[in-house]
T-cell receptor, first 115, second 114 residues
Framework: QQQVKQSPQSLIVQKGGISIINCAYE??????FPWYQQFPGKGPALLIA?????SEKKEGRFTISFNKSAKQFSLHIMDSQPGDSATYFC??????????????FGKGTHLIIQP | NAGVTQTPKFQVLKTGQSMTLQCAQD?????MSWYRQDPGMGLRLIHY???????DQGEVPNGYNVSRSTTEDFPLRLLSAAPSQTSVYFC?????????????FGPGTRLLVL
């Protein structure tokens, strides 16, 4: 049973456009929702994270929108740049930080920003 | 700080061979974990540790053993490698379970089992 469903699997966006990646979760005990960015040959790195007590969090060009009732959250990348081309993973956990059971990851979205 | 380091970067094994993937962190993090990454599968938790001497199983623990004798090191052992264990393995650490500190991932070990 996949607890975090991520879409789309791949995404192509023109430079300057908005990239949107969506995730849905099933376990209502999840209370920490990070997004990770991974470049080829590298480990994932935290991009931005949100707790369910807020509906939106913005850091620079990256915004998480969170809909607790729908059990959905999304990543928006504004003014997308070629350097944003990477694989993005949403994740969820119970408890602050990593949680005792670790992070449950979505399957990832391969984002390509065309110049 | 070097952060989270993993060795080797790449390894080829034959079915039935054993090996240990090394992971070390120099950030005095209590929580460490191992994930495997397979195409189209995201990352899946193998084992984790909440401190020296304490380990527990994650989502996909079969075929793997871990131990945590020091805060810094968290090796992952494959006792009898199988082709299904071909994957990229990531070690991660965080300061604590109970803070907003996120997990920091190492650069990964790419394992091919023939």
């Amino acid at each position: 049973q996949q607890q975090v469903k991520q879409s789309p699997q791949s995404l192509i966006v023109q430079k300057g456009g908005i990239s949107i990646i969506n995730c849905a979760y099933e376990n209502t005990a999840f209370d920490y929702f990070p997004w990770y960015q991974q470049f080829p040959g590298k480990g994932p790195a935290l991009l931005i994270a949100i707790r369910p007590d807020v509906s939106e969090k913005k850091e620079g060009r990256f915004t998480i929108s969170f809909n607790k009732s729908a059990k959905q959250f999304s990543l928006h990348i504004m003014d997308s740049q070629p350097g944003d081309s990477a694989t993005y993973f949403c994740a969820a956990s119970m408890g602050s930080g990593g949680g005792a059971d670790g992070l449950t990851f979505g399957k990832g979205t391969h984002l390509i920003i065309q110049p | 700080n070097a952060g989270v380091t993993q060795t080797p970067k790449f390894q080829v094994l034959k079915t039935g061979q054993s090996m240990t993937l090394q992971c070390a962190q120099d950030m005095n993090h209590e929580y460490m974990s191992w994930y495997r990454q397979d195409p189209g599968m995201g990352l899946r938790l193998i084992h984790y540790s909440v401190g020296a001497g304490i380990t527990d199983q994650g989502e996909v623990p079969n075929g793997y053993n871990v131990s945590r004798s020091t805060t810094e090191d968290f090796p992952l052992r494959l006792l009898s490698a199988a082709p299904s264990q071909t994957s990229v393995y990531f070690c991660a650490s965080s300061y604590s379970l109970w803070t907003e500190e996120t997990q920091y991932f190492g650069p990964g070990t790419r394992l091919l089992v023939l």
